[in-house]
């Protein structure tokens, strides 16, 4: 991983802090690319940024939802999300980051890449939290508009706690094709994700370059 900063008493003061947690995500991220694990990237508190080159899910079901957590500060705080479900799905070139504030050190931005060269990532009983979506291009194959959340049979049922009232409006399709993706998040969680060429790195400061975009 390339630094923008080397040496210094500040950085080795933030090394020792970070190197551990780093290692360990480092080993649940192999574990992942094997498809060994469960996922989720859910980042307490944290809206996280998620890119895509396209992103192909079988059986969908969309409905809004409240994601709860607490903030950077410890407080209590929900967010209203739409959360998008796939019984499974195929990524090209999928890209992950979320900025943390290091107070008396500056921002750090952890990015996770996979899917980029040539394999997709693959996911089953997929969803997506998400607070802002945009697709240069969204195809829905049967797509069922203002069913129930209760009644919607195409995609996963809510998990739980989520989804509110069975009689919530909820959209449902078949296939659901979105290309140029870029999504703010709150969480992501898969039965399974298998992460082909999965790549993760540490770098100093966010914004265009070092997030996702």
């Known amino acids: 991983m390339e630094s923008q900063v080397r040496g210094g008493t500040r950085w ?13 995500t480092a080993v649940i991220g192999v574990a992942l690319a094997q498809g060994a694990l469960a996922a989720s990237f859910s980042v307490s508190g944290q809206e996280f940024k998620v890119r895509a080159g396209q992103l192909v899910g079988h059986g969908m079901t969309q409905y809004g939802s409240l994601d709860s957590g607490k903030s950077l500060t410890g407080k209590d705080e929900q967010h209203p999300v739409a959360v998008s479900a796939f019984n499974t799905a195929e990524i090209t070139d999928l890209c992950q980051s979320v900025v943390t504030p290091i107070p008396g050190f500056g921002n750090v931005t952890l990015k996770l890449t996979a899917g980029n060269k040539g394999t997709d990532v693959t996911a089953k009983q997929l969803y997506i939290d998400t607070s802002v979506l945009d697709s240069k291009n969204a ?22 706690g989520e989804g509110g009232s069975p009689f919530a409006f909820a959209q449902q399709a078949t296939t659901a094709t979105l290309t140029d993706v870029k999504q703010t998040s709150w969480a992501t969680t898969a039965g399974t ?21």
């Open 139 to 160: 195809v829905f194959e049967n797509i069922d508009i203002g069913v129930p959340v209760g009644s919607a049979t195409k995609g996963p049922k809510p998990k739980a």
């Open 12 to 24: 080795k003061r933030f090394a020792v802090v970070m190197v551990p947690s780093v290692a360990a």
């Open 193 to 213: 994700f298998t992460l082909s060429n999965l790549h993760m790195e540490l770098n100093l400061g966010k914004g265009e370059g070092i997030e996702c975009y």
